[in-house]
């Protein structure tokens, strides 16, 4: 009996939404499954709907999460539960709404995108068609400097080609360091490897060579574009995915996605985590943290692939 007064409910409130609310037959359906799955915990746990408690709700969601259903997929279903006992008390049926407080947990934090040693390698050997060595031999120089000392793009267009009272950050050649502000107002010196070095000395020596683009005696930055200002955040993201593309890896890449390389490179060979976070500059080492996750998928992934016992022979697993 209880169970045909939980159909005639549920029956009638997805009327209600079809009909007087006039959602779309996608959403109905979806409101559907939530429900079926409502009276499935409420069933078990020998209960009607209308005598669900709020201690009831929550004991679900924990139930849904432990059997790894994702965050936003529990906060969709609570919405639809929702909407249900909210009718259900306009309806005169229920009292206060049980699952009206109740929300899903958080989803984690994903992992920044960082590329394969391999993949970082290709983009950074990349050379480009020599039809205008003057943007390939600058946008080399970029690469280096975002993958080789972990740049900010924001840290990296902020460069000047020489120290002064005005300059937010530059590079001192001679002491292989790149100095930037950082997030916060804050100064770091990063060390600029030899790679890079190289790829800024060449584009030193051409980047006032072109007539069209030289920059004026007041244009500072280190790196500017076609009409001889200083180049953009913006204008790296582009230049940086045209030549991702370009040198053949599956996804485009952008600015960011070469700092979390350089990190995670730089941990996996290393374990210094202090010293990782003091490149990056990072005020607090529970943001440089992050990391340590991408390291241990690294050796996952190794593990799985070299080591005799990471996979059962045969797919027999008793």
Excluded: C
Aim: proline share 4%.
């Amino acid at each position: 009996m209880a169970h045909d007064q939980d159909t005639a409910l549920t029956e009638r409130y997805l009327t209600h939404v079809r009909v007087e609310k006039r959602l779309a037959s996608r959403t109905v359906t979806l409101y559907t499954i939530d429900l079926l799955k409502l009276a499935e915990f409420a069933s078990r746990a020998e209960l009607t709907l209308t005598q669900v408690q709020n201690h009831h709700v929550r004991r679900w969601v924990a139930q849904m999460h432990a059997g790894g259903r994702s965050g936003r997929g529990i906060a969709l279903v609570l919405s639809g539960w929702r909407g249900f006992y909210t009718w259900l008390g306009r309806e005169g049926l229920v009292g206060a709404n049980p699952v009206q407080d109740v929300r899903a947990p958080k989803a984690g934090k994903p992992l920044p995108k960082a590329l394969g040693v391999d993949q970082a390698m290709q983009l950074a050997n990349y050379s480009e068609s020599p039809d205008d060595p003057w943007l390939a031999v600058r946008d080399s120089a970029i690469v280096e400097l975002l993958y080789g000392s972990g740049l900010r793009v924001g840290e990296l267009v902020g460069l000047d080609v020489a120290a002064s009272a005005q300059a937010r950050g530059w590079v001192d050649v001679a002491s292989a360091e790149a100095h930037v502000l950082g997030k916060g107002g804050k100064r770091r010196s990063v060390p600029v490897g030899a790679q890079a070095l190289a790829a800024l000395q060449q584009w030193l020596a051409l980047r006032g060579g072109a007539p069209s683009r030289t920059p004026s005696a007041a244009q500072t930055a280190l790196f500017i574009g076609r009409n001889g200002t200083r180049l953009t955040a913006q204008s790296i993201w582009l230049r940086l995915r045209r030549r991702s593309l370009q040198a053949g890896l599956a996804a485009p890449v952008h600015p960011h996605m070469l700092r979390h390389s350089f990190a995670s490179h730089l941990l996996q060979s290393s374990s210094d985590l202090r010293a990782v976070q003091e490149l990056l500059g990072h005020a607090n080492i529970s943001t440089t943290q992050v990391y340590t996750r991408l390291d241990f998928q690294h050796l996952a992934r190794a593990y799985d692939a070299a080591h005799p016992r990471a996979k059962v022979k045969g797919g027999n697993q008793s």
